[in-house]
């Protein structure tokens, strides 16, 4: 079945990259000259994704904004004759049906997906965590969606966790199809003894899932801090039906971290066809003075 919707949850406060996220939503924060939001919408529209609704809340409009058309800025363009940048500026706000709507209540990333019921209906639907860039050859997502096709079930993206940082995230146990697949038959959130690791195979910002998914998360019971986990409902329904789990290929940014901005820009800007050059020569003469 072809996957078309996606659902992107970006109502997240950023504390963790404080103050530039006191007024500017994590998901705008800027890769060299594109925020990660737009990244990341260009990754699922890469993979065939056509209809996307992006879960906000309180104070992020500017997400909004950012992929609507601007009137205004595309006729000052036109007129000076900056045609490039007109085309890129019509480009954003065409990239594919975006749709938003706001999680009022901060009550974890459960309750974000089970805003988008609705929107997704009986299909199968696309996940993508609103402050992780992935950028590759080939879009991470359309590697899960691939996947899903292949085996009829709901799939993970994931990579290899530190031991020591794996309590910062969940643990999932696998077990090896081939190449990069496995079956995850359990889930544990944040294991926090070394009991609980199931292994340092870990979801990272990506998944594709079954519209189950939001009874299950209908009837899951909030845990810490009031919130609704999508990992408790994932986990229903790897230890039942199964799920597929697929380290995907792509460099992996987390904008939620004040250290992956730095790695986002550093990288991404050394490849940038515009200052690319430029960028890597300073580096070279910088790197001699530390």
């Known amino acids: 079945m072809k996957i078309t919707k996606a659902v992107i949850p970006a109502a997240g406060l950023g504390t963790r990259v404080l103050p530039a996220t006191k007024s500017m939503p994590k998901e705008m924060l800027p890769i060299v000259d594109k925020p990660t939001i737009q990244y990341i919408v260009e990754e699922a529209v890469a993979a065939g994704i056509t209809d996307i609704l992006i879960v906000t809340n309180r104070g992020k409009g500017i997400i909004e904004d950012h992929f609507d058309a601007s009137p205004e800025l595309e006729a000052i363009l036109e007129k000076s004759g900056k045609l490039d940048f007109l085309e890129t500026v019509r480009g954003i706000s065409n990239l594919a049906n975006i749709t938003f709507i706001r999680q009022k209540e901060m009550k974890g990333l459960g309750h974000a997906i089970l805003k988008a019921k609705s929107f997704v ?154 200052v690319g050059e430029d960028f890597k020569k300073y580096l070279k003469e910088f790197a001699k003075t530390l």
């Open 121 to 274: 209906g009986n299909e199968p639907f696309a996940v993508l965590f609103g402050d992780g860039a992935i950028v590759g050859e080939k879009p991470a997502i359309g590697q899960l969606i691939e996947h899903y096709g292949e085996f009829g079930k709901g799939v993970v993206g994931v990579k290899k966790v530190d031991a020591k940082d794996i309590h910062k995230y969940g643990s999932l146990k696998v077990e090896h199809i081939y190449d990069n697949v496995f079956k995850c038959t359990d889930m544990k959130e944040k294991p926090q003894t070394p009991e609980e690791v199931l292994s340092l195979y870990s979801i990272i910002d990506r998944c594709v899932l079954p519209s189950e998914i939001f009874e299950i998360l209908e009837n899951t019971k909030p845990g810490k801090g009031g919130e609704i986990q999508l990992t408790d409902a994932m986990k229903e329904i790897a230890t039942t039906v199964g799920m597929t789990a697929v380290e995907y290929t792509g460099t992996r940014y987390d904008m939620g971290n004040k250290l992956g901005i730095l790695q986002a820009s550093i990288e991404v800007g050394i490849n940038h066809p515009e």
